[in-house]
């Protein structure tokens, strides 16, 4: 079986994350911080160590500001909808995912947001002018994917960072859902004011995990999300107002964030330049290979410099689901096919409303697997379902 899935979530996980999990399922098991006894001090710890060692690959200096949450549509909702007030406008690009476009057509349909949506070539690439251009005196918020879902086309987060960081009160979002973890990002270098990532693609937790961090400052301007337990204050009968617990409540998914934590330190132990290494090479590979075979066409840049190991196909004569079938059913290939949440890129590309089929590769993809899905893509192609 060869997992070519990875943009929606990766497989299989490094070891140390399976065994973490375990450890917490069957030996900690208690609520972190709740109850002050050994095995919830010890789910507490389990819960900072994820915190810490998110902060520290982003280069967050308070782990504080780094908010966990349950994925990135999670950590992207509660930006959104926590900083935008009546009257905000709002910038993003063409290429964005529908967790991101869905709760700003949300808001803008309650009529309380303005949005614009910078469009992007056909490859994905955005133009940093035409975000400038639409920067108004009432926007709030400029929120850009790293790289997309569809093509892995990456975005110049830096440059727009650059730009968005010569207005006052206008914040800065990345959504790096295909990015933490194989690419480094440092919320200071990028200028971020806002960061969402999932812990259960790049960054080796399991489902359920992920992360928002909130720059200095912002907790003054955004209310908490959801309110409820939190484990502090509790004679209290308003939600705290400090960090992290204003923008956590409720009983966690330890179990989810010891995975994340293992996750993390593999990353670190790894290194992500070997990571991003690997990744290239089978980009590479899985490109030149593609390009040889006829009745395939390839969409985005065709570059491994230029996008993540994210290639998105489609094969003459045949709808994105009946290649997704064959590949899963005749060549046990497992592959994304469809829409991937974007609508607005597959419009930009031209392969609305059918869509492509995505293949996504992570660290633990081989180069014999990227030759065995090309084979079976040529045999495809000559025989035929
Ligand atoms: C670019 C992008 N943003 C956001 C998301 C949503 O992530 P999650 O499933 O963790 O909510 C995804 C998921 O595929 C994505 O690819």
């Given at each position: 079986?060869?997992?070519?899935?990875?943009?929606?979530?990766?497989?299989?996980?490094?070891?140390?994350?399976?065994?973490?999990?375990?450890y917490?399922?069957?030996?900690?098991?208690?609520?972190?911080?709740?109850?002050?006894?050994?095995?919830?001090?010890?789910a507490?710890?389990?819960?900072?160590?994820a915190?810490?060692?998110?902060?520290?690959?982003?280069?967050?200096?308070?782990?504080?500001?780094?908010?966990?949450?349950f994925?990135?549509?999670?950590?992207?909702?509660?930006a959104i909808?926590?900083?935008?007030?009546?009257?905000?406008?709002?910038?993003?690009?063409?290429?964005?995912?529908?967790?991101?476009?869905?709760?700003?057509?949300?808001?803008?349909?309650?009529?309380?947001?303005?949005?614009?949506i910078?469009?992007?070539?056909?490859?994905?690439?955005?133009?940093?002018?035409?975000?400038?251009?639409?920067?108004?005196p009432?926007?709030?918020?400029v929120?850009?994917?790293?790289?997309?879902?569809v093509?892995?086309?990456?975005?110049?987060?830096?440059?727009?960072g650059?730009?968005?960081?010569k207005?006052?009160?206008?914040?800065?979002?990345?959504?790096a859902?295909?990015?933490?973890?194989?690419?480094?990002?440092?919320?200071?270098?990028?200028?971020?004011?806002?960061?969402?990532?999932?812990?259960?693609?790049?960054?080796?937790?399991?489902?359920?995990?992920?992360?928002?961090?909130?720059?200095?400052?912002?907790?003054?301007?955004?209310?908490?999300?959801?309110?409820?337990g939190?484990?502090?204050?509790?004679?209290?009968?308003?939600?705290?107002d400090?960090?992290?617990?204003?923008?956590?409540?409720?009983?966690?998914?330890?179990?989810g964030?010891?995975?994340l934590?293992a996750g993390?330190e593999?990353?670190?132990?790894?290194?992500?330049?070997k990571?991003?290494?690997?990744?290239?090479?089978?980009t590479?590979?899985?490109?030149?290979?593609?390009?040889?075979?006829?009745g395939?066409?390839?969409?985005?840049?065709?570059d491994?410099?230029?996008?993540?190991?994210?290639?998105?196909?489609?094969?003459?004569?045949?709808?994105?689901?009946?290649?997704?079938?064959?590949?899963?059913?005749?060549?046990g290939?497992?592959?994304?096919?469809?829409l991937?949440?974007?609508?607005?890129?597959?419009?930009?590309?031209?392969?609305?409303?059918?869509?492509?089929?995505?293949?996504?590769?992570g660290?633990?993809?081989?180069?014999?697997e990227?030759d065995?899905?090309?084979?079976a893509?040529?045999?495809?192609?000559?025989?035929?379902?």
């Amino acid at each position: 079986m060869v997992y070519f899935d990875n943009a929606a979530t990766s497989w299989p996980k490094p070891e140390t994350v399976y065994k973490a999990m375990d450890y917490f399922s069957r030996q900690v098991g208690a609520n972190p911080g709740r109850s002050g006894h050994k095995m919830s001090v010890e789910a507490e710890r389990i819960v900072l160590n994820a915190r810490e060692a998110s902060a520290e690959l982003f280069g967050i200096e308070d782990s504080s500001r780094m908010i966990l949450t349950f994925n990135a549509t999670d950590s992207l909702n509660l930006a959104i909808k926590c900083l935008l007030r009546k009257g905000d406008h709002v910038v993003t690009s063409a290429f964005e995912h529908n967790s991101v476009i869905r709760p700003l057509r949300h808001l803008e349909q309650l009529d309380i947001i303005e949005l614009t949506i910078v469009p992007c070539t056909k490859e994905g690439f955005l133009n940093p002018a035409d975000v400038k251009k639409s920067i108004r005196p009432n926007t709030k918020l400029v929120t850009l994917i790293h790289a997309s879902n569809v093509t892995g086309t990456i975005m110049p987060v830096e440059e727009v960072g650059e730009i968005v960081s010569k207005y006052d009160g206008v914040y800065y979002m990345i959504d790096a859902a295909q990015t933490a973890g194989v690419i480094p990002i440092d919320v200071k270098q990028y200028k971020l004011d806002l960061l969402a990532v999932p812990g259960h693609k790049c960054l080796f937790g399991p489902q359920g995990t992920g992360g928002l961090y909130i720059g200095e400052g912002l907790e003054d301007i955004m209310p908490s999300f959801k309110e409820g337990g939190t484990g502090s204050l509790s004679e209290q009968e308003v939600h705290p107002d400090f960090l992290p617990d204003k923008y956590e409540s409720g009983t966690k998914n330890t179990g989810g964030l010891a995975g994340l934590a293992a996750g993390i330190e593999f990353i670190m132990e790894t290194g992500i330049d070997k990571i991003s290494k690997h990744e290239h090479e089978l980009t590479e590979q899985l490109i030149k290979g593609l390009q040889k075979i006829e009745g395939v066409t390839m969409y985005g840049p065709q570059d491994a410099d230029k996008q993540t190991a994210v290639v998105s196909i489609n094969v003459d004569g045949l709808r994105s689901n009946e290649v997704g079938y064959y590949l899963d059913q005749q060549q046990g290939i497992m592959t994304r096919v469809g829409l991937h949440c974007a609508p607005i890129a597959h419009k930009t590309m031209g392969t609305s409303p059918d869509g492509t089929v995505r293949l996504s590769m992570g660290y633990f993809n081989t180069a014999e697997e990227v030759d065995y899905v090309c084979k079976a893509l040529s045999t495809l192609t000559k025989n035929g379902i």
